[in-house]
């Protein structure tokens, strides 16, 4: 699986758009881009995936650059219920081995 | 709530030892993987079965074992514990074993070695 690099911290006003950015930019045809998110050691937490396309779904906007080498993942209002951890994970769709490589993700502080 | 419930919720137990820890997956989930989260070593994947066969290894030790049973219920079984195994334990699981599949991951047990 391609590697993920993402910045270790990041801030937003509470109420503020959250962008969240990941390179993946050794990414290949075939690899999806996952984005989890763990809130305080709680379980990670499935936010949204893609491929190639922008994806958007209850919670979060996936933009997807048109070479696919990165990635940024948009809270469109975010509260502080969104302080978390955010991993951004690439994986190959395949049979078999189905773990997810956790790297040490972004840590979002959502700021009253 | 992701519908994968783990017990104990917390465990403390004495260098040595060995505990068993009981994961739930989803209903309908064949898939069932284990995780350990350590201060020092983040989220990392350790195995995972497919409908009571294991399917994929990661770090694992010798010491730690799992099984999923005919109910798809899964155990980790830690033995001969030490300090370092204290942790946050993670059960996921998903409908097959696509890498495709989103995991959806319980609470978590969290394993204090004293």
């Known amino acids: 699986d391609a590697k993920t690099t993402q910045p270790p911290s990041m801030d937003c006003a509470e109420g503020r758009a959250a962008n969240l950015p990941c390179n993946h930019s050794t990414i290949s045809g075939n690899e999806y881009v996952y984005w989890y998110r763990q809130i305080h050691s709680q379980g990670p937490q499935y936010i949204i995936h893609g491929l190639k396309n922008n994806e958007t779904n209850e919670m979060a906007s996936l933009i997807i650059t048109e070479d696919r080498k990165s990635s940024t993942l948009i809270l469109p209002h975010a509260t502080l219920r969104d302080t978390a951890v955010y991993y951004c994970?690439?994986?190959?769709?395949?049979?078999?081995?189905?773990?997810?490589?956790f790297g040490t993700g972004t840590r979002l502080t959502v700021i009253p | 709530d992701s519908g994968v419930t783990q017990t104990p919720k917390h465990l403390i137990t004495a260098t040595g030892q060995r505990v068993t820890l009981r994961c739930s997956p989803r209903s309908g989930d064949l898939s069932v993987y284990w995780y350990q989260q350590s201060l020092d070593q983040g989220l990392q994947f350790l195995i995972q079965?497919?409908?009571?066969?294991?399917?994929a290894k990661g770090n694992i030790l010798e010491r730690f074992s799992a099984q999923q049973f005919p109910d798809l219920h899964s155990e980790l079984n830690l033995s001969s514990l030490e300090l370092g195994d204290s942790a946050l334990y993670f059960c996921?699981?998903?409908?097959?074993?696509?890498?495709?599949?989103?995991?959806?991951f319980g609470p978590g047990t969290r394993l204090t070695v004293l």
């Open positions: 996921a699981s998903s409908v097959t074993g696509l890498s495709t599949d989103t995991q959806y």
């Open positions: 994970i690439v994986r190959v769709a395949q049979t078999g081995a189905n773990n997810l490589f």
């Open positions: 079965y497919y409908n009571g066969e294991e399917r």
